[in-house]
């Protein structure tokens, strides 16, 4: 069993930045991927970042290609989302999810982001 515990969501001004960060603890050792989700009010949860647990491989959504930089600490298990150039539509509560198989996944609880503009 995987635990996510997601840190750095608040509040920021258009054009601003923030570093969102969670930590996994359990059963790590069978993560594949680590990444984040985000859901805006009345809207789907939709994929924003994901990157190999080894770090070798990063993907990202069109939306924040160029803004958002996922990266990852191997031995604590943790990665870390630092967003830039932040705008209004980037508000949204964040999840970060580790992905153990195609249809195994854990989550965390989620931290809310708010862009003001």
């Known amino acids: 069993q995987v635990q996510l515990v997601e840190s750095g969501g608040g509040l920021v001004q258009a054009g601003g930045s923030l570093r969102l960060s969670c930590a996994a603890s359990g059963r790590t050792e069978r993560i594949n991927y680590m990444g984040w989700f985000r859901q805006a009010p009345g809207k789907e949860r939709e994929f924003v970042a994901r990157?190999?647990?080894?770090?070798?491989?990063?993907d990202y959504a069109d939306s924040v290609q160029g803004r958002f930089t996922i990266s990852t600490d191997y031995v604590k298990s943790t990665v870390y989302l630092q967003m830039n150039n932040l705008e209004s539509d980037d508000t949204a509560v964040y999840y970060c999810?580790?992905?153990?198989?195609?249809?195994?996944?854990?989550w965390g609880k989620g931290t809310q982001v708010t862009v003001s503009s």
């Open positions: 999810n580790a992905q153990i198989s195609a249809a195994v996944n854990a």
């Open positions: 990157i190999l647990r080894n770090g070798r491989r990063a």
